[in-house]
């Protein structure tokens, strides 16, 4: 009986030591790669990112600055087979479906217009499954904006704006974080978009009260007409790089 | 684009703004202004495009929706150009407008004997006069998803199907044909650009005939160059040529003198995937320098004309693409940087959303030295639904075979991209354009096509004709006042092809240097006037007028203002030009040559 919960303690020792080695090897890998980042040296980095992603694949931190050098490097193709294989090898983690549809984002810019539709709706269905996995904050907002990118004809605008209140709801149950500024910025644009002018307005006045920082929100609230409209569009304009950089969720500070 | 070419550029712009401001009618803007005069001049015909049977028939109509084109021409040398104009539905007529010289037009297609065409394998959608065999009358080449029909001009008002001994027998889906001597030995060779790889689509046997890609497609019927062997026949020298690798789904095709070494280079717009640039050896064989020249694309290019819009010395190129709302191409203008590269500069310079562009034509057209830029667009004008959503899931849908019609759907009453604005963008002179075209009067919602420029009424004034699918025909008289002086000049080749096509006309006057080459039909579905046309300005006498021939002979000439001048290569302004252009030679007026 001794032996075997010696047996047993032994075994769990060396699971933990194991997991111990494996998450060390992870944040070995992370280090090594941000290094190179760092340096430019964009093979080495996109290297032992990948290493460390596929060690701890629902990160999302290593998966952001995996794409960070996937996007230097230009190697938009690269990123997609790799998350491609990794959400079939780890189908639940929803880290890993947000950052595999930010891969698609980050290869729209370089694309011709209809690959662009192909793209943007891939990264659609995987930002999806992320919510489906996890309905947190992120992966809503990140969702509901991705429907503002998407023109009027196909009539996605009321599903970003049902996607967005839901993130707002979820925030205001968190602690006040500096990126949800976004979610007023966003939900203003859509219901801009959907021709609920007066609720764009209302939700950026209550977004500038609780961020009065924030320039977007008062560009916006000071500007009507044609002005408005061309400070929206430029942000949802598909030729041009949208940051999907995911550094606001571990460096953002209570504000 | 390297850095360097954009600094160049940016920097040419400068110095066409510097330029600008010495010059004398830049100060004051007149309104440019058209009245539409299709019907009063008996012009206004209806387009049909082609309808097809079966369940894909509606597909194909809407992937097959050209075909409305204009030819200007005057093919019966008395001195005001003619206007042909094509159909393209099973039986419709071509029509052959015969120019009154009063501002009224009379058909003559059905007694001329060039009215037919769109016989039930064979679509109309391109047309084109030149003269093949150099006797002065201007013959006619109709260009058909289907084979071609060569109409030699008998010189008598009727025409003479030669379609049978030309050599021009490859059946082709052709959308657009240029005329331009490539290797300058004075005759004028044709190049087809080809939509559709060559399947009979009245005839479908496989569906899978549509694009294999939408950004970068390769299964388009490429482009033919065909050469002129002088004795009235045609050869074909694709492949000799280089350009036998082309498998793009071309639309429009233009011709110029791109790098100022006295040969035509190509540019070949194409539709869903990148265009072409190939500069001529001067050996029978052209070079492709895309990559260096302006990148590979992945638009929709469907207009190519050739022009120096800056007055810089360089011609630049004009290339219309799909701006909407759910598409956001921009059009783009290359600037010529002189150096091999081109800079696309059409946002800067305000000519990049189009919408869904088709003809986009330079011509100056208040004779203020500064080529303005006239563009129409959009698809299909219907219903009040949208076809766009139909199309997202055949192109989202992963496995789904596009290039089978079966997988499209109907488009039925649906709107695609339709009643769209036409542009008029002002050539302010300091390298930007105004869009104009409501105060012109041009700013009409048909489904444009064609541009043919033209001066109807030899006052120095270019008019504008626009045709439309399955839509009426639009002719915009100009009536601008307080325009500028001008000079026309009709060329006539000697040693040079009779047409002039490829020659090169520099103008120096009131402080600006503007050249012009006369074009064998760039820009989508219409070929314009074959006169050279300059507005000067205030200015009151031209300081130095050179022509540069495709010979290779250059001469001075002097030429008197605010009239048409017809120059015959060597032997200057010749006083009765129409006659000696059909080969009745006569006197000559002032002249000074080289060689």
Same mark, same amino acid.
């Given at each position: ?255 | ?54 369940? @894909? ?115 082709? @889906? ?6 331009? #001597? ?33 950004? @970068? ?93 800056? @007055? ?206 006369? #074009? ?76």
């Amino acid at each position: 009986m001794i032996r075997k919960y010696c047996s047993h303690f032994l075994i769990a020792v060396l699971a933990i030591l194991l997991l111990c080695g494996l998450a060390h090897a992870s944040d070995s890998d992370f280090q090594q790669g941000i290094k190179a980042l760092g340096s430019n040296d964009f093979a080495t980095a996109l290297r032992y990112l990948e290493a460390a992603v596929t060690d701890d694949p629902d990160n999302v931190r290593y998966a952001s600055e995996y794409r960070k050098a996937a996007i230097k490097n230009k190697d938009f193709d690269r990123s997609l087979k790799f998350f491609e294989k990794l959400t079939s090898d780890h189908p639940n983690s929803a880290n890993l479906h947000l950052n595999f549809g930010f891969a698609y984002v980050d290869k729209i810019p370089v694309a011709g217009s209809i690959t662009q539709v192909i793209l943007a709706n891939n990264a659609l269905a995987q930002f999806s499954k992320a919510v489906e996995l996890k309905p947190n904050w992120i992966n809503l907002y990140t969702r509901g904006v991705s429907y503002l990118f998407w023109p009027k004809v196909f009539n996605r605008a009321p599903n970003g704006v049902a996607d967005l209140e839901q993130a707002l709801s979820v925030q205001k149950r968190e602690q006040r974080q500096s990126y949800h500024a976004k979610t007023y910025i966003a939900l203003g644009d859509a219901y801009w978009k959907t021709d609920q002018l007066d609720k764009a307005r209302a939700i950026w006045q209550e977004g500038l009260k609780l961020f009065p920082d924030r320039p977007e929100l008062k560009t916006r609230l000071a500007q009507q007409g044609d002005d408005l409209k061309n400070t929206i569009e430029a942000n949802f304009d598909p030729n041009k790089r949208v940051d999907t950089d995911l550094r606001d969720l571990w460096a953002s500070s209570q504000k | 684009m390297g850095k360097f070419a954009k600094v160049k550029a940016a920097v040419c712009v400068l110095m066409v703004s510097i330029s600008s401001n010495a010059w004398a009618v830049q100060e004051s803007h007149p309104a440019i202004r058209f009245e539409e005069i299709g019907a009063k001049a008996g012009v206004r015909v209806q387009h049909h495009t082609r309808k097809f049977r079966g369940k @894909n028939a509606e597909v194909l109509r809407m992937f097959t929706s050209g075909g409305a084109t204009v030819a200007v021409g005057d093919y019966d040398n008395d001195g005001f150009e003619d206007i042909f104009v094509t159909d393209s539905d099973t039986g419709k007529p071509n029509h052959l407008f015969h120019n009154n010289g009063d501002l009224t037009f009379t058909d003559v297609a059905v007694k001329a004997g060039v009215a037919g065409g769109n016989d039930p394998l064979s679509v109309v959608s391109d047309a084109l006069w030149f003269d093949y065999d150099n006797d002065g009358k201007l013959d006619l080449l109709i260009a058909r998803f289907g084979t071609p029909i060569l109409y030699h001009n008998e010189g008598n008002g009727k025409f003479k199907d030669v379609s049978a001994t030309s050599g021009l027998n490859k059946f082709g @889906n052709t959308i657009a044909v240029i005329a331009f #001597d490539y290797n300058n030995d004075g005759y004028l060779d044709l190049m087809f650009g080809n939509y559709f790889k060559p399947v009979n689509l009245q005839d479908l046997k496989d569906p899978h005939v549509l694009p294999n890609d939408l950004d @970068n497609a390769t299964n388009g019927g490429g482009v033919t160059l065909w050469r002129n062997t002088g004795k009235g026949s045609f050869e074909e020298v694709t492949d000799k040529a280089g350009f036998g690798q082309i498998s793009g789904w071309t639309l429009d095709i233009g011709h110029g003198d791109f790098n100022n070494d006295g040969l035509q280079d190509i540019y070949i717009a194409c539709d869903y995937g990148t265009d072409h640039i190939f500069i001529n050896n001067g050996n029978g064989t052209f070079r492709e320098v895309t990559e260096k020249a302006t990148g590979w694309d992945t638009k929709k290019g469907m207009n190519a004309d050739v022009a120096d819009y800056d @007055n810089d010395g360089w011609l630049d190129i004009y290339v219309t693409n799909i701006t909407d709302e759910y598409m956001k191409e921009c059009n783009m203008l290359w600037h010529n940087n002189g150096d091999g590269t081109f800079t696309d500069v059409s946002r800067e310079t305000g000519t990049c959303d189009t919408g869904w562009g088709w003809a986009g034509k330079f011509a100056d057209l208040d004779n203020d030295g500064w080529q303005d830029l006239f563009v129409v667009n959009g698809l299909r004008s219907a219903g009040p639904e949208s076809y766009v959503p139909l199309i997202l899931p055949v192109i989202t849908t992963p496995g789904l075979d596009i290039t089978d019609v079966n997988n499209w759907p109907d488009i039925g009453n649906r709107t695609w991209s339709g009643y769209q604005k036409k542009r008029l963008f002002r050539n302010l002179g300091n390298g930007t354009f105004k869009e104009v075209s409501s105060e012109a009067g041009v700013d009409n919602q048909l489904d444009g096509r064609g541009i043919g420029v033209i001066d109807l009424d030899n006052d120095g004034r270019l008019d504008l004709v626009q045709t439309n699918a399955d839509q009426p025909l639009f002719l915009f008289h100009n009536v601008t006042e307080k325009q500028g002086n001008w000079i026309e000049l009709k060329l006539i080749g000697v040693k040079s092809n009779r047409d002039a096509i490829g020659a090169r006309v520099k103008v120096q006057a009131g402080g600006l240097t503007q050249i012009r080459e006369v #074009d064998g039909g760039n820009g989508y579905a219409g070929q314009s006037t074959r006169r050279v046309h300059f507005g000067i300005g205030s200015a009151s006498k031209i300081d130095h007028l050179e022509i540069r021939w495709p010979s290779g002979h250059t001469e001075s000439v002097n030429v008197p203002l605010n009239r048409v001048s017809y120059i015959e290569e060597g032997h200057g302004v010749v006083a009765d030009g129409p006659l000696r252009q059909s080969g009745n030679p006569s006197g000559r007026l002032g002249v000074k040559s080289s060689r």
